[in-house]
């Protein structure tokens, strides 16, 4: 039989008038609600194939009341971190039948606005969202109106959504502890904007350590800005200009662990014969930087992972958990750590820093 004149594409009814069965018969074999005779199946199959029969995915998805589809909206794909993340979402979405859809905001919360609209149009069934910035109330305003929501890495203030975060806590107080075990007593910390929930968790562990180990930071040792290579650079030559710079610094990410190098080259300084650096993220190029960056690992795949997890499970129609996931970070100690110059360093301080992988968290200082 011959597809007639005018259709662009054959229907279910063609397959079914082809194989001498029903068209629903045909639908439930084509969804596996159905075991036929070995000679039935054959004669659809057969009719399928002459026919080049293509199932329409969209309807049958809406038949499903599901597009089989999830938004992932990042602050800047760009990023290390966040590709990094976006491959993961999108090979465990892949595992459960999902397809992604990856936009963009550029970190303006207007573009966060648009992205919730668009992914709102195309009906996706979920969104994993992070963001940079704090919020006005007008994204908790607009998240209040749509159901399956995660959250990763950032908070928003007052939106009941499940979140998953790492333990930012104690990433400040183990890059804290790595620094004065190496003998660093002037301590800085430069970090992003001063609203974010991961800027304010990583500075109160930083602070922590250092006052179980009797150091203080003075006011003005911690600069806010863009979580930018741009800004780790400025703050850096800011803090290195002073009377009495510091001898290290926890920059809270990988990014503006770099503008900090980029500033230490310009004043020709070094890390870290005259200063120690430590990062937060291990982004894949850290260990590639000259020296290698001492940083905080997060586990940026697991996060993708269990978001996805998370949000299957909300799709499903399972109550979604109201407490934040939690996932461990590690301190990984390359060349960028080492005893201060001549002058500042303790009398039991010694070099600590190589390029190897430190699995376990450093001793605790005291005193």
Sequence with gaps: MLVRAGRTRPTIRDVARRANVSATTVSRYLNKNIKLPSETAARIDRAIRDLHYHANVVAKRLLKGATELIGLATPDIGNPFFAELARAVEARAAENGYGVILCSSGNEIERELATLERLAARHADGLLFLTNHGDDRRLRSAFRARRNIVLLDENIEGLDAPRIFVENREGGRLAARCLIEAGHRRLAHISGPRSLFSVQEREQGFREAAADAGVAIPPGAVRYGA???????????????????????????????????????????????????????????????????????????????????????????????????????????????????????????????????????PRKVSG
Excluded: K
């Excluded at 070094?270 to 650096?277: E, I, N």
């Design 227 to 361: 979580y930018e290579r741009a800004f780790g650079r400025q703050a850096a030559r800011e803090l290195l200009s002073g009377t009495e710079p510091p001898t290290a610094i926890f920059a809270a990410s990988d990014y503006l662990a770099m503008g900090v190098l980029e500033a230490l080259q310009d004043m020709g300084l070094s890390s870290p014969r005259d200063v120690s650096l430590v990062g937060f993220d291990d982004v894949p190029f850290a260990s590639l930087l000259s020296p290698p960056l001492t940083t905080i690992r997060q586990p940026v795949r697991l996060m993708g992972e269990r978001g996805v997890d998370l949000l299957m499970a909300m799709i499903r129609g399972e109550s979604p958990r109201t407490d934040p996931v939690r996932l461990p970070v590690e301190l990984i100690l390359r060349a960028s750590v080492g005893a201060p110059a001549s002058g500042h360093t303790r009398p039991d301080a010694r070099p600590r820093a190589q390029n190897r992988t430190r699995r376990q968290a």
